[in-house]
């Protein structure tokens, strides 16, 4: 067997061992977790403190602008006094040269927040994101739930039309927040 083969089989067991000890966690801390789509049920932090959680944890300003984010929810699961918001979010900077609008650095992509719920106040105490590459695909897979893994890995055309919109709907909220922002 080569040493890559090897590797491989590796790596994919201890993705299986993770999961399954990440699921027995689960139905012992909460009794089991359910997903909600979005809309099902209110979110438990407020669409600001979102914004500025993943201003600060997932984008980035390359061209020392300010980054804007926009985002919209996926699905929702708690267990105990935890809750997991599955997003769909485009964090993209802006910012001015020699006075003409620009954009920067941007990403687009799958994030899931975790909020514990036990302080009183929600707060968002971390958050996973898909790595790039040939990670991706099996990231999504681990990180979020099945019942979604195909509106953010589009297999047909259609799926890839509405990611692609949504996409572009995010991207525009984040520049008219921007132009807001900067009095465009």
Excluded at 47 to 70: K, M, N, Q, T, W
Excluded at 95 to 113: C, I, K, N, Q, W
Excluded at 151 to 168: C, D, G, H
């Amino acid at each position: 067997m080569k040493i890559g083969a090897a590797k491989s089989i590796f790596v994919e067991v201890v993705v299986a061992v993770s999961a399954v000890v990440g699921v027995l966690l689960l139905a012992c801390v909460g009794g089991g977790a359910r997903t909600t789509p979005a809309e099902e049920k209110g979110q438990p932090v407020p669409p600001e403190e979102i914004r500025s959680y993943l201003v600060a944890h997932v984008g980035h300003a390359g061209f020392d602008g300010r980054v804007f984010c926009a985002y919209t929810t996926i699905a929702q699961e708690q267990h105990g006094t935890l809750s997991t918001l599955y997003l769909w979010t485009v964090c993209q900077e802006y910012y001015r040269r020699d006075h003409v609008f620009m954009r920067g650095s941007g990403v687009s992509a799958p994030v899931a927040l975790v909020v514990d719920m036990l302080k009183g106040s929600p707060s968002i105490s971390g958050h996973r994101m898909p790595r790039d590459g040939s990670f991706y695909a099996d990231d999504v897979r681990a990180i979020f739930p099945k019942a979604h893994w195909r509106s953010i890995l589009p297999v047909s055309i259609q799926e890839t039309e509405e990611y692609n919109q949504r996409a572009r709907m995010l991207e525009d909220e984040a520049k008219n927040e921007a132009a807001r922002t900067f009095d465009i």
